[in-house]
């Protein structure tokens, strides 16, 4: 137990040091343009962990607890590139994060990049 803690704190630190070491900070909670969901962007392990905090409409079957884990490494000062893995769909994208100062854009791609989408988000408010 003590060991697995140990390991998950070292696991976090280094997730946290990627995006200390010039990669901006995508952390906090999210609202999607569409107004259909929430998000809560935070570090899980070495990765980073997008989970719904909220969701309006489940038809699409998105539900709230549902995580994207994202393996992000800093390719500017706004940018974040790399894998997010969908462990409900067993779907890997390849994905794209760009925060700005009032928002951040995602763009996810699968099918080596023929089928790609791109979501903006906005602060949520509290």
Do not use: H
């Not at 951040?104 to 949520?124: E, F, Y």
């Amino acid at each position: 137990m003590y060991r697995q803690t140990l390991l998950s704190l070292a696991l976090s630190l280094v997730a946290s040091a990627a995006i200390a070491e010039g990669g901006p900070d995508p952390s906090g909670v999210w609202s999607r343009s569409d107004g259909n969901a929430r998000v809560r962007i935070a570090p899980c392990g070495a990765s980073l962990c997008a989970t719904n905090v909220w969701i309006r409409d489940t038809s699409k079957g998105e539900e709230v607890g549902d995580k994207l884990i994202m393996t992000l490494e800093p390719k500017s000062q706004s940018t974040l590139a790399g894998k997010a893995y969908d462990p409900k769909r067993k779907l890997t994208y390849s994905m794209t994060l760009r925060v700005a100062k009032n928002g951040l854009t995602t763009r996810g791609c699968i099918v080596g990049g023929l089928i790609c989408r791109d979501v903006n988000w906005t602060p949520a408010k509290r």
